[in-house]
């Protein structure tokens, strides 16, 4: 099993920065991509939506949504136990809960609509708001 935990969540103003963590620990040998979802909180029943992803091993190979390219920023530490997220110029669309999640998928075979169906182990989440 792989376990994963987010923290760096909280109230913020738009244009603030924000820094998530997620540690990873277990049978990490099986993950191939890690990413991150957020969820809207009027939306718990909707598909996670899709933010970004990184290559676990090898090349650090990332992917990002529209809405969040240039403003995030994915990156893993090199002993492979954290993921993170960079999040600046915050807006107040951003809100939502953030998942880590672990796919034992390459990012090939994940490309190009990154489905939360695809990844196989999830964080309990961590709520960011940003106010206007």
Not at 3 to 15: H, N, Y
Not at 39 to 58: A, C, D
Not at 109 to 118: A, I, N, Q
Request: proline residues 3%; charged residues 20%; hydrophobic residues 30%.
């Amino acid at each position: 099993q792989v376990q994963l935990g987010e923290t760096g969540g909280g109230l913020v103003q738009a244009g603030d920065s924000v820094r998530l963590s997620c540690t990873v620990s277990g049978q990490t040998v099986f993950i191939d991509t890690m990413g991150w979802f957020r969820q809207s909180p009027g939306s718990p029943g909707k598909e996670r939506e899709f933010v970004s992803v990184i290559t676990w091993r090898g090349s650090s190979d990332t992917e990002y949504a529209d809405s969040v390219k240039g403003r995030f920023t994915i990156s893993r530490d090199n002993a492979k136990t954290t993921l993170y997220l960079q999040m600046n110029s915050l807006r107040p669309e951003d809100t939502g809960v953030y998942y880590c999640a672990a796919s034992r998928f390459n990012i090939g075979f994940l490309r190009p609509r990154y489905k939360d169906e695809h990844f196989h182990h999830w964080g309990q989440g961590t709520l960011v708001t940003v106010s206007s």
